[in-house]
């Protein structure tokens, strides 16, 4: 796999690696602005922005874009997280030109219409109830708001139903200038192209465009500490604990996934075998890791009975207080490792995987971690060094805890 790297005279990166068996192109254009570099009057607005994209250009109205990329049998996405946004299109190879006049249409030549505008703040505010009536999601954005105590970290993605029905197109039209047009702008694909056939079809619409410096986000705050609660009439209590962890560009990442692998991060984990298997406490148990630019968050979540709930959180602190000790076995680093390797290799089958995959390393990392590297990375880990971050990732008292749901009576919750 042959993978090349240009950066454009204007600060836009064009990263491609060419596989020879695939017979399509997937193509991404990344910005490195997502809900993290939003003021809170204007939280939601880069989410909006990635809804816009899709409604219209000078030279295409929305139906015309759904229509040409659908009528080579291609589709078309788009993502909004914390600290990018980016949309993407896939193809068969010989398309690959209308794939890469497409994108940088929607994201050059946008209108923001007026009454597409309109129309779209119905369909955002209708997800954003759909994630209030979904506890599972709702959870998660009522941790994050509670742990980064007002951060721009935990503000909801999706924004709120206030301030996306004040969005005007003033707003987001200047909104989109300042914030998406920036250094820091990348084009990734994955497909059987010549990289420099890549960066011709790019260079020729991009390298026009002025790009201003490229953002810094606010530090994060230390994280609060305490149980943050909502009582809702619902038939589960759902949970999520959370602890600071590693970030993005942390040397310890990969000793932190085997660490999240052992706790809850498999089927076979200590959480799910203890919490699920043996026990049938909870349907729904499991641990993962949130890294950041800068930080990191270490969740565990589940979703149980009120009447479960505190015996499910006291499982759940032996589990930890057991590896912060120090329990940890060479065979369990090694299941952890096998398993981690092989959902990695799995993936590299994805072309949209690849894609991503160039995109966040260029962003964070500014080069490629090639996968024999992060391979070789996670053969490394020894069951001392998951030990070692054990005792300090997993002390109880770092833990936040977020409860939606029937609570239980008496005493409030506690880990």
Partial sequence: MAVGRTVLDNGVTVISEQV?????????????????????????????????????????????????????????????????????????????????????????????DGEELEREKGVVLQEILMVEDSPEDFVHDFFHESYWGGHPLGFPIQGTAGNVSSFTRERVMGYFRDRFLRRGALVSVVGNLPHARVVDAFSKVLCSVTLGDRLQPDPPPAPERGAFTRKRPLEQLHLVLGAPAVSRRSEQKYVAYVLNAILGGSMSSRLFQEIREKRGLAYSIYSSVSAYADSGILKICAGTSREKAREVLAVTAEAVDAMQDGRVGEDEVRLARELIKGNMLLSLESSEYRMSRLALNEMFLSRLEEPEEALRRLDEVTPQQVRLLAASMLRRDRFSLAAVGDLPPGPGLVF
């Fill in 20 to 112: 020879p068996h695939l017979r399509s192109a997937t193509v991404g254009i990344w910005v490195s602005v997502g809900s993290r570099a939003e003021s809170l009057p204007d939280n939601g607005i880069s989410h909006f922005i990635e809804h816009m994209l899709f409604k219209g250009t000078a030279r295409r109205k929305a139906i015309d874009i759904s229509r040409e990329i659908e009528s080579v049998g291609g589709t078309m996405n788009a993502c909004t997280d914390r600290e990018y946004t980016f949309f993407f299109a896939k193809a068969l190879e010989k398309d690959f030109a209308l794939v890469s006049d497409l994108l940088c249409d929607i994201f050059l030549n946008s209108r923001f």
